[in-house]
């Protein structure tokens, strides 16, 4: 008969007390992992201190039982843990791996818990690293990618769908946060915009897209050239706009704002819809320091940070307005000058003109929005006198203040001095039939456009005839021009012309050098 070999074996739950050395012993059951059942299906051998040590068992080699490979959808039926044991194939892949709450499968890792996170970390300074000249991409179609361009121009490059940053972004010393672009503590105050791909050249175009709106003290232009495509500059303002700075709770009625610049009391705050109206938006106090504003009124609603308040001013700041500009006298510094010209407040010294009075400074000391300094010369063409300011024909003269006016039809000759330096050309013009005149006719000429003053009058057959204006010929007829625009007509042609002197220097009492009467 053939030999029969039986190792020691059991049917409990605990494994041999004690196996002599090379012994065998089997305990028979469904295995698991710890509990009352962690001995069973296993095969045991003795040591050479007799210690029973697990060897094999169907508990273990159930784990193996499936497909080289396989992982996803393998079941253990054997013991009760179902745990199995991965076995790669024959490229050393698994079709599944999970770690945890981690599951790497094909292409993709993720979370196999219900909301779970995947969290990419190192150890200490370690990186968690994309490798040059691919994409971190989102969206099944890639919609968005980040990629490190190394091969290309040596850039990070964002691409595909817009990006949305509902926080605050900072780059470098630049931070963003909701319509706010600002510069952070310690990075100085300077935010420069530069258009131009050099770096912080004079180049380019900045272009903005409606309206601007500068709040600090000081506004430089260095520009070579500035166009205005305003017909009507504005200076001076009636209203501003101040930005809230700190939230604003209901029922209170200070504000605090970035700048108390040209606030005074008495102003009136308006804009949003929690603030008062009527009396209760009068602005009663204000403080320079902490930039904070006091209204009559209660606030009705709150008022949220970066909100903009229109200041409408209701004060007289006696100030001047205008423009100013420099130049340069000669050379060096010592000769830059400031000049001034626009709309003087107040009286002011080194001028008699009244209030609100239209001025040009060349050499101007501005302070406190003041201009003072000596006026400058006016050189234009002409002036025109308003309707109620002047009289047809009047005289223009000065007063014992300085003020230029004019003759408001006067009766007598107005004597626009003691006496007036002036040249006067004076002609004798023979005609072969007496005329009647009056000392101060004006003499015209059909076609030369020829005119003088009646130096004498009386019946004339030679007349006088000085300021005169134009060439007398002896060709054209003669008119007299009389009061009210009458024209008479002398129906004589001179038979000879006389030039008595060409301007000649001359003191009179009038301009023409005769007797002038309105």
Aim: with cysteine; net charge negative; hydrophobic share 30%.
């Amino acid at each position: 008969m053939a030999s029969i070999i039986r190792i020691k074996r059991s049917s409990g739950t605990e494994k041999p007390a004690s196996l002599a050395w090379g012994e065998l012993g089997y305990v028979t059951g469904i295995g698991s992992y710890g509990g009352l059942n962690q001995y069973k299906d296993r095969v045991f051998v003795g040591d050479d201190g007799t210690n029973s040590i697990p060897v094999g068992g169907h508990y273990y080699t159930s784990m193996m039982e499936h497909a080289p490979g396989s992982v996803a959808g393998v079941q253990n039926t054997r013991n009760t843990d179902g745990g199995i044991v991965a076995v790669m194939d024959n490229t050393r892949r698994v079709d599944q791996w999970n770690v945890d709450n981690l599951r790497l499968d094909l292409n993709t890792l993720s979370s196999t818990d219900t909301d779970g996170d995947v969290i990419f970390s190192t150890d200490g300074s370690g990186h968690v690293n994309v490798v040059d000249d691919t994409f971190l991409s989102f969206g099944s179609d890639h919609d968005a990618m980040i990629e490190y361009d190394e091969d290309g121009d040596n850039e990070v490059k964002v691409t595909g769908a817009n990006w949305q940053f509902d926080n605050y972004v900072r780059f470098g010393c630049v931070g963003i946060s909701s319509n706010i672009i600002e510069t952070k503590a310690g990075c100085g105050d300077l935010l420069f915009i530069d258009p131009y791909p050099d770096g912080l050249s004079n180049e380019g175009t900045v272009v903005i897209k409606g309206s601007l709106q500068v709040d600090g003290t000081t506004t430089s232009v260095n520009s070579t050239i500035s166009t205005l495509n305003d017909p009507i500059l504005h200076l001076g303002d009636l209203t501003s706009e101040k930005t809230v700075m700190a939230d604003v709770a209901v029922g209170v009625n200070t504000i605090t704002v970035d700048s108390v610049v040209g606030v005074n009391t008495g102003d009136v705050v308006s804009g949003p819809a929690g603030l008062p109206v009527g009396a209760g938006a009068e602005i009663t106090n204000y403080n320079e320091t902490t930039k904070i504003i006091t209204i009559q009124g209660n606030t009705t609603a709150g008022i949220s940070t970066t909100t903009q308040i229109t200041v409408s001013h209701a004060y007289d700041t006696q100030t001047d307005r205008g423009i100013s500009f420099g130049y340069n006298t000669s050379s060096g510094t010592s000769n830059n000058k400031t000049g001034f010209f626009g709309y003087i407040d107040q009286t002011s010294p080194n001028s008699d003109a009244p209030s609100r009075a239209w001025t040009y400074i060349p050499d101007v000391n501005l302070a406190n929005s003041l201009a003072t300094g000596t006026r400058g010369n006016l050189d234009i063409k002409g002036i025109y006198y308003q309707t109620g300011d002047y009289n047809t024909h009047g005289v223009v003269y000065f007063d014992e203040n300085g003020l230029q006016t004019s003759t408001n039809a006067a009766a007598a000759p107005a004597l626009t001095s003691k006496q007036i330096l002036t040249a006067i050309t004076k002609n004798n013009l023979n005609i072969s039939s007496s005329v009647t005149l009056d000392t101060g006719d004006i003499i015209r000429q059909d076609n030369s456009n020829a005119y003088g003053v009646v130096e004498a009058g009386g019946n004339l057959n030679v007349i006088s005839v000085v300021g005169v204006e134009g060439v007398f010929d002896t060709t054209n007829n003669l008119r007299k021009e009389g009061e009210n625009g009458t024209i008479e007509n002398l129906s004589v042609t001179p038979t000879g012309i006389n030039v008595i002197y060409s301007n000649k220097p001359t003191w009179t009492s009038t301009l023409d050098g005769g007797t002038f009467w309105e």
